[in-house]
């Protein structure tokens, strides 16, 4: 199993506030990336790394930022929570094989 | 609109019984992967098909990508109930450097 862990791994908040979800890996992959998944949605992606301070949006990035300062870190932050953002997000990463990707446990986030 | 179609949506069968999964779409991919998800868990990489026709098999799993590179199936043969699941597919294309995921279908083999 790809060493990657996510946290926390559920959180409940509150609209109007920040929240920053962690992704570690151990792997030492150059690429990152987060996703949520919501039924009948599928895996839709949020933003991914291409290496430390590399970043780029994909195609639900509105309302989230990223970081990446390390290559084992990679964190997520809804700077203002909303309830539309009520989610199941994984983090995955991938090393020379973008399309071969390893994804973590995911983050149950609830936005009350 | 997904790029990806998955078909069927949901699919539940009796331990033994053979059952297929469509993955369909407009555009050409220049790979496509299947992944199979538990609950409470992410998705787990089954296989990566990358040539027009080929097929792959896992076990009892068989993979085929189309020849258009368009379209993809799994079928499980003789399933179990171990074989249930959500199962994704998703396709990459070189150009974007990213994965694009269909809607899933969620299988229940019962004992």
């Known amino acids: 199993d790809a060493g990657i862990t996510q946290s926390p791994r559920h959180k409940v908040t509150e609209t109007g506030t920040p929240v920053t979800l962690r992704c570690h890996q151990t792997?030492?992959?150059?690429?990152m990336y987060w996703y949520r998944q919501d039924p009948g949605h599928g895996l839709r992606l949020i933003h991914y790394?291409?290496?430390?301070?590399?970043?780029d949006k994909g195609e639900v990035s509105d309302g989230y930022s990223v970081s990446r300062s390390k290559t084992e870190d990679f964190l997520l932050t809804l700077e203002s929570a909303t309830s539309s953002q009520t989610s199941v997000y994984f983090c995955?990463?991938?090393?020379?094989?973008?399309?071969?990707?390893?994804f973590g446990p995911g983050t149950r986030l609830t936005v009350t | 609109t997904q790029l990806l179609e998955q078909s069927p949506q949901f699919l539940s069968i009796q331990e033994g019984e053979n059952l297929t999964v469509y993955c369909n779409s407009s555009?050409?991919?220049?790979?496509l992967q299947w992944y199979r998800q538990e609950p409470g868990e992410g998705p787990v990489l089954l296989v990566t098909?990358?040539?027009?026709?080929e097929v792959k098999k896992l076990k009892r799993l068989t993979f085929q990508f189309g020849d258009a590179r368009k379209d993809s199936s799994l079928h499980i043969t003789a399933a179990q109930p171990g074989d249930t699941g959500l199962y994704l597919c998703?396709?990459?294309?070189?150009?974007?450097?990213?994965?694009?995921f269909g809607g899933g279908t969620r299988v229940l083999v019962k004992p």
């Open positions: 098909v990358v040539t027009g026709g």
């Open positions: 792997e030492n992959h150059r690429y």
């Open positions: 998703a396709g990459f294309k070189a150009a974007g450097n990213k994965l694009t």
């Open positions: 995955a990463i991938s090393s020379g094989s973008p399309y071969e990707q390893y």
């Open positions: 790394s291409y290496g430390v301070k590399d970043t």
């Open positions: 555009s050409v991919f220049s790979s």
